[in-house]
């Protein structure tokens, strides 16, 4: 249906971007995990709407003037186990049970499904210390489960400037929000993502055609931070706060630049 709905903007509008959000691949593999038959059966009905796509901006006339990107915002790999991050913090007395029965915290960990981000109440180093601490004391009773992430390693990967510092799972696992124990259990999708981005596996695809693109020509590694920026130029935008640069290879010598 949205295949469907893209190209009948694109003959009826004729817009200048348009972006569609194909999510079934996503789903697939959180469900059944990457690399599964369902997956791939996933894949290649996206193919399919791509491909009609495609039909649709030639039934428009709009293949000379038009530039395709087909990209991802991550990869995937299988996970088995969910881990109850914050259970520590809980033992460490840094999270109770409130008057209203919520949870009340000094420091809390929002595990983000992958890299967790550890907040202070307050800008405590006595706080940070003591959730380290307990969290340490984790990382020695399930060795290889998770690692504890410095401040200056988020820094680099531009992550969460308002964490006092991290916490990520090995591949396979899975960091989850319960308070209550076991620390360990089953998790109950197959596949997920949120590891840093040098994580094998969670590289994507980058795929551009059309308009004024080169052929036959690939490109070893590049970062998602880049897919906006190079948008952006075939747009004549200027995004010179942005933190990509783009990625002005794949186009032709004679393809227009940007003012």
């Known amino acids: 249906m949205k295949a469907l709905i893209a190209v009948q903007m694109l003959k009826q509008f004729e817009p200048a971007l348009l972006a569609v959000h194909f999510t079934l691949t996503d789903a697939v593999q959180h469900a059944n995990g990457p690399g599964t038959p369902a997956a ?6 996206e193919d399919q709407n791509i491909g009609d796509l495609v039909a649709g901006i030639a039934a428009s006339g709009l293949s000379s003037s038009t530039t395709l990107i087909v990209t991802g915002d991550h990869g995937f790999l299988p996970m088995h186990t969910a ?14 049970k409130g008057a ?7 420091a809390i960990i929002a595990p983000n499904r992958g890299l967790g981000s550890v907040y202070l109440k307050e ?6 210390a003591q959730a380290r601490r307990a969290l340490e004391r984790y990382e020695a009773l399930y060795p290889n489960r998770f690692r504890i992430v ?6 680099r990967w531009g992550a969460d400037s308002d964490a006092a ?17 076991p620390f360990a259990q ?17 590289e994507t695809g980058f795929i551009a055609s059309g308009a004024g693109i080169r052929t036959s020509l690939v490109l070893p590694l590049m970062s998602t931070i880049d897919v906006a920026p190079t948008i952006a130029w075939i747009l004549h935008l ?6 990509g640069k783009p990625m002005i290879g794949i186009f032709k010598p004679s393809y227009s630049t940007p003012n």
């Open 100 to 106: 209203d029965g919520h949870p009340s915290w000094v």
């Open 186 to 202: 089953p998790f109950s999708g197959a596949g997920g993502h949120g590891y840093r981005p040098d994580t094998p596996g969670m």
């Open 165 to 181: 510092f991290g916490v990520e799972p090995m591949p396979g696992y899975v960091l989850d929000g319960r308070l209550a124990g």
């Open 238 to 243: 200027d995004l010179r706060d942005g933190d």
């Open 40 to 45: 791939f059966a996933a894949l290649e009905e």
């Open 83 to 96: 881990l109850a991050i914050n259970l520590p913090l809980v033992e460490a007395g840094l999270i109770t």
């Open 123 to 128: 800008r405590s180093p006595a706080t940070a």
């Open 150 to 155: 410095e401040r200056s390693e988020l820094d």
